[in-house]
């Protein structure tokens, strides 16, 4: 079979499980596959995760070429970047996606330099389809679409002439395919080739931060604006999460101000989120926002400007002051509950 129209993912994990953003790879990859008539591979590395890598399978993937080596065990730039080249060189897939993560993003670039090849780097959507320059027509080409000049345009970028096509994808942007258990995954063990001078660090402890908020799992989020971003208004907005069960979201002013933490960005540089309810305060609704939002079920939208560009977006629109609406509505629910 032609391997150029296989579709190969990085395998991240962090502390031995495979990473969600694997997964949302894995699905995205699964589609592009079936369009090709190609098959879903993955490359990963680390130490002990045989068990853990068979969860790939109930994601579509086929194979995975799995490089087992203590030194693996933690991430570290070179040998992860040599590894995967020496993967791609021999098994030739014809694409390669990487999370756009602090991972996939250093290894990513590496690999393209090694092979020549071009990467487009915070895909927000791929497809396949044809490219023609001139006389010439690409067909099964990578479309890779991204926000560009500050997301006021959307760009969709190919490299049909260097193979493989290779793009990162953010963290929650490529929707996971629901898993099936009965689908397994062929483990093909590969041998760690990586010289010893190829460690240029040695990893003596690893100190890992956990997130205070989990917004892409969240079903309900109530998110600030700078309309809603002063210190009331805030607490207010975190009542009123608290009360539905949900998570407190924000824009990237409100993070930019040091009001609250890059976890609790929405949008196109911070969190993408699917979440049943989104209940954006006080958030003008530019399209960097909306490219983190605009999939959530249900949007209710406060905002004191009428023609604040989020109402065109949202379900239901309440025009009047964030204070005294939140004021009502977390008022409102707890006298419900
Ligand atoms: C490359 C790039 C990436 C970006 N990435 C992101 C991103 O990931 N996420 C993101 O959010 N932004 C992002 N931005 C910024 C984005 O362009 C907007 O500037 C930002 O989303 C605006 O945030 P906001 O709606 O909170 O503030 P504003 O645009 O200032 O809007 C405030 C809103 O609050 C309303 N308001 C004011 N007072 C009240 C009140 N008392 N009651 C009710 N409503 C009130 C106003 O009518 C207004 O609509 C990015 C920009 C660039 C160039």
New binding site residues.
């Given amino acids: 079979m032609d391997s150029k129209k296989n579709v190969m993912v990085f395998i991240e994990s962090r502390s031995s499980k495979v990473a969600e953003i694997s997964l949302e790879l894995l699905s995205a990859a699964d589609r592009l596959a079936k369009e090709l008539g190609g098959s879903v591979e993955a490359v990963a590395l680390g130490h002990n995760l045989e068990e853990e890598l068979k969860v790939l399978g109930h994601y579509g993937c086929q194979r995975v070429y799995y490089t087992d080596d203590k030194r693996l065990a933690h991430f570290t730039s070179i040998p992860y970047a040599k590894t995967v080249v020496r993967m791609i060189k021999q098994y030739q897939p014809g694409i390669v996606l990487f999370g756009a993560t602090t991972m996939g993003r250093d290894v990513a670039p590496r690999v393209a330099s090694a092979l020549k090849c071009g990467l487009t780097a915070d895909c927000t959507d791929l497809q396949i389809g044809e490219h023609k320059i001139k006389d010439v027509t690409y067909e099964n080409t990578l479309m890779q679409i991204r926000p560009a000049f500050?997301?006021n345009i959307i760009a969709t970028i190919v490299s049909p002439e260097s193979v493989p096509s290779m793009a990162t994808v953010r963290e929650g942007v490529m929707k996971m395919m629901l898993p099936d258990a009965n689908k397994t995954v062929e483990i093909i063990p590969e041998t760690c080739m990586i010289e010893e001078d190829d460690f240029l660090t040695e990893i003596l402890e690893v100190v890992r931060e956990e997130k205070q908020v989990n917004l892409k799992a969240a079903q309900i989020i109530v998110s600030a604006?700078?309309?809603?971003?002063d210190a009331e208004?805030i607490a207010l907005a975190k009542d009123l999460a608290k009360v539905l069960g949900g998570e407190l979201g924000?824009?990237?002013?409100?993070v930019d101000s040091g009001i609250l933490d890059k976890d609790h960005?929405?949008?196109?540089?911070?969190i993408t989120v699917r979440p049943n309810l989104y209940i954006a305060?006080?958030?003008?609704?530019?399209?960097?926002?909306r490219?983190?939002m605009s999939e959530a079920k249900r949007i209710i939208a406060?905002?004191?400007?009428p023609l604040?560009p989020?109402f065109a977006l949202a379900h239901y629109g309440i025009v009047?002051?964030?204070?005294d609406v939140l004021g009502k509505m977390i008022k409102a629910y707890k006298t419900k509950a």
């Fill in positions: 500050g997301g604006g700078m309309g809603a971003s208004a924000c824009s990237r002013p409100v960005q929405v949008g196109q540089t911070g305060c006080g958030i003008s609704g530019q399209i960097q926002h490219a983190g406060i905002n004191k400007d604040a989020i009047g002051d964030v204070k």
